[in-house]
């Protein structure tokens, strides 16, 4: 049971290519969650999901489109990437939105935009 | 914008002492509180949560809560190096009904053998 999947693990693009990063789960948990780690910057929500077909933004969602159209899957795609979207992007998921609820990270996937 | 702060550190301890790592926050009405690990190059994982004030105890980690001053932190006993990683402090605040980790840059130990 690998629970949470992350591909590609790295990634080197170019300005202005579009870009997805692919976040699998095997445990059906309702919650799913993109994050950016930056230095100085930690873990900033870019976009969440509750359930299949209901997403929302976070903190830093400009240049980022996502969609969750299978409870397992949650693909983050930059339409076309810039430099500053450089980063190491994780995927996250919960079983629930509630107040006490443990987000699982995946291993992370570490872009580079030339 | 709510906040959770840490001193980046490093902070560096001799094997076998106490790690003591400090997280505030800016939310009064926030209700839980994680403590993750993060090795260089890794993902965060999950090391406790506390929700009570007071002090909860797993081995050797005791994550302390206070609400009243906005204070969490996290006790290493018996530090090894292989507690050597980046302790990120997180907090489960509501925001527009809700609820969303904000998470602090995180602390970096360094145990010395």
């Known amino acids: 049971d690998a629970g949470i999947t992350q591909s590609p693990r790295y990634k080197i693009t170019e300005t202005g290519r579009q870009v997805t990063l692919m976040c699998h789960q095997t445990?059906?948990?309702?919650?799913m969650f993109w994050y950016r780690q930056d230095l100085g910057h930690g873990l900033r929500l870019i976009y969440y999901?509750?359930?299949?077909?209901?997403?929302d933004k976070g903190e830093v969602p400009d240049g980022y489109v996502v969609s969750r159209s299978k409870t397992e899957n949650f693909p983050l795609t930059l339409e076309s990437a810039t430099r500053s979207q450089t980063s190491v992007y994780f995927c996250?998921?919960?079983?629930?939105?509630?107040?006490?609820?443990?987000?699982?990270f995946g291993p992370g996937t570490r872009l580079l935009v030339l | 914008q709510k906040e959770v702060e840490q001193n980046s550190g490093p902070l560096s301890v001799p094997e076998g002492a106490i790690a003591s790592l400090n997280c505030t926050y800016s939310?009064?009405?926030?209700?839980?509180f994680f403590w993750y690990r993060q090795y260089s190059g890794k993902s965060p994982e999950l090391i406790m949560s506390i929700y009570s004030n007071g002090d909860k105890e797993d081995g050797r980690f005791t994550a302390q809560l206070n609400k009243a001053s906005q204070y969490v932190s996290l006790l290493i006993r018996d530090s090894q190096p292989s507690d050597s990683a980046t302790y990120l402090c997180?907090?489960?605040?509501?925001?527009?009904?809700?609820?969303?980790?904000?998470f602090g840059t995180g602390t970096r130990l360094k145990v010395l053998a």
């Open positions: 999901s509750a359930a299949a077909d209901i997403t």
């Open positions: 996250a998921t919960a079983r629930g939105g509630g107040a006490g609820e443990t987000q699982y």
């Open positions: 445990w059906s948990h309702s919650y």
């Open positions: 939310d009064r009405g926030s209700q839980s």
């Open positions: 997180a907090v489960n605040s509501r925001t527009s009904g809700t609820y969303k980790y904000i």
